[in-house]
């Protein structure tokens, strides 16, 4: 052992690392190659994706020194004793989307002691973010009788990752090993050994051996929750309107940030290796940074966006400023965007589109119902029944105690437990998105909320429960319903909220 190393206890077998100032979570990841454990926002320490246990107890090892468990017992979800359970509950109870923050949520709800009732769980999901699931079907798996019988082996899995791929926009797997974290997302699968490259505060990209070493070397500052007050940066036009909306800067919040892995002579991998991200990263650098830098370098390279990078750098939801009149007509003044004004145009033909140029970070239509669902909102149909442009419909309530009821057309079902989960998560994107999500950007166009837990995504504890029904169409072309299901719950909110005329309508 050299002097300086750290030796610990890793799932029952002792490992020796060198202690470096690196993290808990670096030292998994890179040196000792358990990737369970996910990296949503280090150094933050707000997203929970990197929760394992120390001694038992669960603790988020990317701010936890792995000098500080020398001589300690850490666990991961390949510790976990009964890891093949939870992975079969999260499945059958559809509590597991892209699989992401749910490793960590699994080693945190682990700990609990049994019985596991709601309160408490809801509690201890308050360490975590899921940007998919909407926490109903997390509770529901570790709560609830959930029949595990059919998700391993019998279920078919290949109609529900269809379904899955339909609604998350790319490439999904379903299974329990999704929930277990052993899906390869891209930075998951690049060799030990691979060069990190970050992003310095200049845009050129610095390389390290290790991600701390990368980092230091970037001169990296941790992001932070301002207190600058939000701006709505497009007017409501002038006009006799009936209701007005003014949307403000939004962060899709997925919770893996853009990360690309390449071979010197190979093809990149990633940023999109499971799941969507709700339409961003699309116009993302890391593949072709990674391709360059391991080329330059003649070694595999992972290229990593930071939490901070993410926010400053990824597309938005193009804000908008609208008013409508009881026919449908109206004027919907938008952030110069391509596509957005086909998007608008597409569900509510009456409205003039002007866009307009703002100061602010990227945006794209590509970014989940951008455009669309704003208009379809604006237009308030009285039954609610929301149309998408790809001719799924859906409609919301919100009841007197909360609760939210979708009802959803979306052709063949295909996997009603994917579908619903699907639609549970897209109504509590909706929620948020209505009452508290928005992020600060100042005069200069740059986004100053840089921290996750400052996006306002709602956590468990504050979402309601989602009542679900789905609609058979078993003749139709099963399309993506939870994009529906996010207009229409999003219209039934701002109903239920009156109409106030700027979103989010209860900023945190
Ligand atoms: S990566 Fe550790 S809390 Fe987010
Ligand atoms: S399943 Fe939770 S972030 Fe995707």
Known sequence: MATGDVVFTLNGAPVEVPAGGSSLLEALRDRLGVRSAKDGCSPQGQCGCCTVWVDGQPRVACVTPVARVSGRTVTTVEGLTDAAAWGDRFCAAGASQCGFCTPGIVMRLAALPEPRDEAAVRRALLAHLCRCTGWNTVVEAT????????????????????????????????????????????????????????????????????????????GKVQGRHTTQPLSWPIEVPPGDWVRTLQTTWVEPAY???????????????????????????????????????????????????????????????????????????????????????????????????????????????????????????????????????????????????????????????????????????????????????????????????????????????????????????ATGDAVNGSDAVFAAVALAVWRHDGFAPRWPTMPS
Request: glycine letters at 10%; hydrophobic letters at 50%.
């Open 143 to 218: 709560c609830h009788a959930v029949d595990v019988a059919t998700p391993t082996p019998a279920r078919d899995l290949a109609a529900p990752a269809v379904r899955a791929t339909l609604e998350g926009g790319a490439p999904q797997q379903v299974g329990p090993h999704v929930a277990l974290g052993a899906v390869a997302f891209a930075a998951d699968s690049a060799p030990g050994d691979a060069l990190h490259a970050v992003r310095a505060a200049d845009g050129s990209w610095v390389v390290g051996e290790t991600l701390t070493a990368a980092r230091q070397a970037a």
């Open 255 to 473: 919770l893996e940030p853009d990360a690309a892995w390449c071979a010197p002579d190979g093809e990149p991998v990633g940023p999109l290796t499971n799941g969507g991200a709700f339409g961003a990263k699309r116009d993302s650098e890391v593949a072709s940074v990674a391709r360059r830098l391991a080329r330059e370098h003649g070694r595999a390279v992972v290229a990593a966006y930071s939490r901070e990078d993410v926010v400053c750098l990824g597309a938005k939801r193009p804000p908008l400023a609208a008013g409508v009149r009881a026919d449908g007509t109206g004027v919907v003044r938008v952030a110069r965007t391509a596509g957005v004004a086909d998007a608008i145009r597409a569900v509510a033909p009456g409205l003039v589109v002007e866009e307009v140029d703002v100061v602010g970070p990227p945006t794209s239509v590509a970014i989940r119902a951008a455009g669309w669902a704003e208009a379809a909102v604006l237009l308030a149909p009285a039954d609610g029944w929301v149309t998408a442009p790809n001719g799924a419909r859906a409609r919301a309530a919100v009841r007197a105690d909360g609760t939210i009821e979708v009802e959803v057309h979306c052709g063949a079902v295909l996997d009603a437990v994917v579908l619903r989960s699907y639609c549970i998560g897209a109504a509590h994107m909706a929620l948020g998105w209505v009452r508290h999500e928005a992020i600060a950007v100042g005069t200069d166009g740059v986004p100053r909320d840089l921290t996750i837990r400052s996006f306002g995504v709602l956590r468990a504890a504050d979402t309601p429960l989602v009542a679900v029904t789905i609609h058979e169409d």
